[in-house]
C-alpha cells in the first residue's frame, strides 16, 4: 500500500506544472543604464534626424520651415544621389566579396601546421587595430600622384606616371582594396575560430571514405563554416555600407563626387552645404538601406545554416 502512495505522489509530482522563478526586482534596474545610454546616443538622434529629414534646416540656425515630402522628392531626383548610392553598395559588396574570400584563405591555410602562424596572424590582424582614416593616409602616400610610391615604382622602371585616385574608374576600387586590406583579419579570426570548433573526426571519416580535400572542403568545412560566413557577412556588409573615413583620406570623395559614399555625401551636404535637412534625407535613405541589406544577408544565411 505505501509503494502505491508512493507512486502516486512521484506521478502527482512530474504533472505538476513547474513554477517559473521570478527574477528580482533589482536585476531589472541593471539595464536601465545601457537603456538610456542607447536612447540618448542613439534611438533619440536617429528620431531626430527623421525629423529634420522633413525641413530645410540648414544645420546652424535656430529655427527652420516644415517642408513635408519636398527633400524626399528631391532626394530621388538628384542624380548625384544615385551616384553615391552606386558607389556605397559598391563599396559595401566589393568589400564584403573580398574580405570573405581573403579571410577564409588565410583562415584556412593558417589552420594547418606551419611555422610562424601566430606571427603571421598579428601581422595579418594589425590594420584592424589602427584607425581607418590613419590606414588611408598610409596608403594615400603609396597612391599619390606627386612622390607616391607606386609612381616612384613606375619612374624607375621607366614608365609614366599614373593619377590613381583622380581616376574615377581607379578611385572607386582601390577604396575597395584598402578597405579589404584593414579588415581582412576580422574575418580571418572568425573564419579560423569556426574551423578549430569543427571535429577532427569527421575529416578521419571522410578520408577513410576516401572523399579529396575538394569534397571535405566542400561537403564538410563550408556547411559547418555557415554561422562564421553568417556573422562576416552581416558585419561586412554593414561596415562597408558605412565606410567613411577611407575615403576622406584618399580621395575626399572627388574628383567631384565620383567615389562619394552616402556618408561622404551626407559629410559634405551637412558642413559645406549647410543642408542639413537634405543631409538628414540622405540618412534615413542610407538607414534603410543598410538594413534591409543586412537583414536581407541575415535570414538568407541562417536559412542556409538550417538547411546545412
Request: no cysteine; charged share 15%; net charge positive.
Amino acid at each position: 500500500m505505501s509503494e502505491l502512495v508512493a507512486r502516486r505522489k512521484v506521478a502527482v509530482a512530474k504533472k505538476a506544472p513547474k513554477r517559473k522563478e521570478k527574477k528580482p526586482s533589482s536585476l531589472w534596474w541593471m539595464y536601465t543604464p545601457s537603456l538610456v545610454i542607447v536612447f540618448l546616443f542613439i534611438l533619440y538622434p536617429f528620431l531626430n534626424g527623421i525629423q529634420l529629414s522633413f525641413t530645410n534646416w540648414n544645420g546652424f540656425s535656430q529655427s527652420y520651415d516644415w517642408v513635408g515630402l519636398d527633400q524626399y522628392k528631391r532626394m530621388l531626383t538628384d542624380p548625384t544621389t544615385w551616384l553615391v548610392v552606386k558607389n556605397t553598395l559598391l563599396y559595401g559588396m566589393g568589400s564584403t566579396i573580398l574580405q570573405n574570400i581573403i579571410g577564409l584563405l588565410y583562415a584556412l591555410l593558417l589552420n594547418q601546421s606551419i611555422r610562424m602562424k601566430a606571427i603571421t596572424r598579428t601581422v595579418i590582424y594589425l590594420p584592424v587595430i589602427i584607425s581607418p582614416l590613419i590606414i588611408g593616409y598610409i596608403w594615400y602616400f603609396f597612391f599619390a600622384y606627386q612622390g607616391g610610391a607606386l609612381n616612384d615604382v613606375l619612374l624607375f622602371l621607366g614608365l609614366e606616371k599614373i593619377n590613381a585616385l583622380a581616376n574615377p574608374e581607379w578611385n572607386t576600387w582601390i577604396i575597395v582594396f584598402v578597405n579589404t586590406y584593414q579588415y581582412v583579419g576580422v574575418a580571418m579570426i572568425i573564419y579560423l575560430a569556426g574551423l578549430q570548433s569543427i571535429s577532427k573526426d569527421y575529416y578521419e571519416a571522410a578520408q577513410i571514405d576516401g572523399a579529396s580535400s575538394l569534397q571535405q572542403f566542400k561537403n564538410i568545412t563550408l556547411p559547418l563554416l555557415m554561422p562564421s560566413i553568417t556573422i562576416n557577412m552581416v558585419l561586412n556588409i554593414i561596415g562597408g555600407l558605412k565606410l567613411f573615413d577611407v575615403i576622406i583620406a584618399l580621395t575626399g570623395g572627388g574628383p567631384g563626387n565620383a567615389s562619394q559614399s552616402m556618408s561622404t555625401f551626407m559629410y559634405d551636404l551637412y558642413f559645406k552645404r549647410q543642408d542639413a535637412g537634405y543631409a538628414a534625407t540622405q540618412g534615413v535613405f542610407m538607414a534603410i538601406i543598410i538594413l534591409i541589406l543586412s537583414l536581407a544577408a541575415l535570414v538568407y544565411f541562417r536559412r542556409k545554416e538550417v538547411e546545412a
